[in-house]
Every structure is written in structure tokens, then in C-alpha cells.
């Protein structure tokens, strides 16, 4: 049976969610609430039922589920209400500021018996499963550095986001989702990480970063945020042993370079700039194979749909409440790093 879904904070993400519940398979839009009355009112012009109060959203027996889709810091304290009121919790990411305020979040969800997960809906992005396609398939190779970026050129929004109080800042708002991508990737304990951060047009919080990680078998991830990148670098590089990975925007297909033959007796020296090089000589198709990926199926229903078979028992919650936790301690140790100009032991 379809679950009754609020989403509290009908903001930007919030208003994502209502069109996503709209088009539903699992969940019924019962209907939404925002602490501002004139949001309230834009969900009511919509025909979207609009609650007065958090406590008419906690009172009524029929919501099963709720979205908290409002600014970071609030996060918890929401969250822990709507489980102690005992509904079932999705909470927006980065589900928390510190990890011990998520320790107390999922405290809660312990004591109330009831599902609490976080919205990590970038593992449904179709560049990062192109990226873990090619991890299954082992089809070029082992894995030896993975690097994934966003860039942007408008800067950090001037919102809460552009602020410290509520939980503003790249590291959180791009860095939560591309980190634990990584972490979905390359299943193996990180040693250590190295971070540092860019303050260009906003001083208060981080417009941007670039972090270093690296695991316990020697791969090594690097993710970069810019908000200043008027051209952008690639989406994903992937640098395996038998072969390269490009995505140059996540719009585009996947290109694979995969070597077919490592030794070459009749590699010819080729002129670069001023000097002749052998080493950096390109490769031809007699030696690589060139293709591009098929873009990998993906549906963003699945998230809801996990949840409501994992309220069920019928399957176990995709975003579990180890993994967020996870990368929320790395976002620490990484803020660690750029305050300290130090590499941060993790793990
Ligand atoms: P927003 O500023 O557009 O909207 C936030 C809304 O929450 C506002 O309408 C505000 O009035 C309301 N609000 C604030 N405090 C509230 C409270 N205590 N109770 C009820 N309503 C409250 O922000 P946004 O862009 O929608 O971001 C909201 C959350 O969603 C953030 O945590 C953000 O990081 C996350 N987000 C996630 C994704 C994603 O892809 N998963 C994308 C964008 C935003």
C-alpha cells in the first residue's frame, strides 16, 4: 500500500519532492508544511494540501513519512520530532552538520523503531553508475585513481547556503554527494585524506575544494568543487590499469580508451613543442580500442521506493545510516585538513 508522504520546507528541494510524489508509484503527496505562510499559501494556489503547523503534520495518524527538505542546520531537530512522533523519516542532505548531531539523530531512530535515511539521490546519477558499470565489468582493468568533479561560474548562492550558521559551503552542499559516491565506488577503508578550500566570493564558507583520498590499497580519489570554473574540467577521469575512462560533462556519454596490446617494438618518437618524445607518443587503434558507454538505466523513484519496502521489512534501506555517518566524520577530517594545512589520518 502507498505510504502518506509531508514534505516539511517547501523551498526549492521541497517543491522537487512534491513533483516526484506526484508522479508516485509508493507514496501519496498528503501534503506539505513551511514555516512561511506565503509558502504555504503558493502550495495551496497548486491544489497541495498545506498544513498550518509542524505539530497538525505530527498529530495526524495518517502521514506515514515525511521529507525534510529545509535548511542544513534545522535538519535534526526536525527529524528527531517526526520520529518521536513516530513517523518515518527521509531527511535532505547533508543530513547534519556535526556527526554528533547525526549520532542523535539515529539514537532517535533507534528508540522510535522507525526508518530514518538520508536523501542521497546522486547514486542515481547517471555518470556516477556509468562510473561503477565500469568497476563491475572489470573491463579496463583495476581501478587506480578515480577523479570526479562540479564546476560552476556563479559562485556560491547568496541563500543560507552562502552561510556558516546553517550549514552553508561546497564541502556540504556538492561535497556530501560527490564523497559519498566515492565511498560507493571504491569499497575498501580510506587512510587518509588532504583538503584544502577556496574562499573567492564568499569568505564566510567554503565556494569551493579540492580533497585528496586516499585508501588502504594505495587507489586514490580526488573530488573538486569550483564555483569560479568558467570552463569546466571533466566530470569523471577513471585511470585503470588496462585502460582510461572520460566523462566530460554528465550530459555526455562515457569515452572508453582500453589497451589491447601493452608492447610496442615500433613506437615512433613524435615532435611535441620544442623536443621529440617516445614516452608520451600517442597510441593508435592498433594498440587501444576506442568506445563510448551506453548511458546506464537509471530511475530516481527508486529512492522512495526502497524506502517504503524498507518501512515494509521487505528489503533493507539503500542509505544506511553507517554510510552517512562515514561521510559526514570525512567531511570533518577534511575541514581538519584545510584548517591544519595537514594530511588527516581517517580509519
Ligand atoms: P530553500 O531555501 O529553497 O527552501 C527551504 C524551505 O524550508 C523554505 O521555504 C523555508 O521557508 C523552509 N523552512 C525553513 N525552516 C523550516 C522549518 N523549521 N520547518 C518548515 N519549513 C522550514 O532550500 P532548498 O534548496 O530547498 O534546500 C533544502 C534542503 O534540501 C537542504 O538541506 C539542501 O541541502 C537540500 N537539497 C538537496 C538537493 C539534492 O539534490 N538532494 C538539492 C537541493 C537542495
Not at 201 to 209: C, I, K, L, P, W
Not at 247 to 267: A, F, G, L, N, Q
Amino acid at each position: 500500500m502507498k505510504k502518506n508522504l509531508v514534505v516539511i520546507g517547501y523551498g526549492g528541494m521541497g517543491g522537487w519532492h512534491t513533483e516526484k510524489a506526484l508522479k508516485s508509484d509508493v507514496v501519496n503527496l498528503r501534503g506539505i508544511y513551511d514555516i512561511k505562510a506565503e509558502r504555504r499559501e503558493l502550495a495551496r494556489s497548486r491544489g497541495i494540501f498545506a498544513y498550518d503547523s509542524f505539530d497538525a503534520v505530527l498529530s495526524d495518524p495518517e502521514v506515514d513519512l515525511v521529507t525534510v527538505a529545509i535548511p542544513n542546520d534545522a535538519h535534526p531537530e526536525v527529524v528527531i520530532r517526526a520520529l518521536e512522533a513516530g513517523k518515518n523519516a527521509i531527511c535532505e542532505k547533508p543530513v547534519a552538520i556535526t556527526s554528533a548531531e547525526l549520532q542523535t539523530m539515529i539514537d532517535a531512530a533507534h528508540r522510535s523503531g522507525k526508518l530514518f535515511t538520508v536523501h542521497q539521490n546522486r547514486r542515481w546519477d547517471v555518470d556516477f553508475l556509468a562510473m561503477k558499470q565500469l568497476m563491475k565489468t572489470g573491463e579496463i582493468g583495476e581501478l587506480i585513481r578515480v577523479e570526479s568533479r562540479i564546476h560552476g561560474s556563479r559562485g556560491i548562492p547568496s541563500d543560507w547556503r552562502g552561510k556558516k550558521a546553517y550549514g552553508g559551503g561546497m564541502l556540504y552542499d556538492w561535497g556530501v554527494h560527490l564523497i559519498d559516491q566515492i565511498l560507493q565506488l571504491i569499497d575498501e577503508k580510506v587512510r587518509y585524506v588532504y583538503c584544502t578550500l577556496e574562499n573567492i566570493t564568499n569568505d564566510e564558507v567554503d565556494d569551493g575544494f579540492r580533497l585528496e583520498i586516499t585508501f588502504e590499497s594505495g587507489k586514490t580519489a580526488y573530488v573538486e568543487v569550483g564555483t569560479l570554473n568558467f570552463i569546466a574540467m571533466p566530470r569523471f577521469y577513471m585511470k585503470c590499469k588496462s585502460g582510461t575512462a572520460l566523462i566530460s560533462d554528465w550530459r555526455e556519454k562515457t569515452k572508453v580508451v582500453r589497451c589491447k596490446y601493452w608492447h610496442e617494438s615500433d613506437v615512433l618518437p613524435v615532435e611535441t613543442a620544442a623536443g621529440l618524445t617516445k614516452t608520451m607518443a600517442p597510441r593508435d587503434d592498433v594498440t587501444t580500442d576506442t568506445y563510448e558507454l551506453e548511458r546506464p538505466a537509471s530511475d530516481v523513484h527508486d529512492f522512495y521506493r526502497n524506502v517504503c519496502r524498507a518501512i515494509d521489512g521487505l528489503e533493507p534501506q539503500l542509505v544506511t545510516h553507517e554510510q552517512v555517518m562515514r561521510v559526514l566524520k570525512l567531511i570533518e577530517a577534511a575541514f581538519r585538513s584545510a584548517e591544519t594545512g595537514a594530511r588527516v589520518d581517517f580509519e
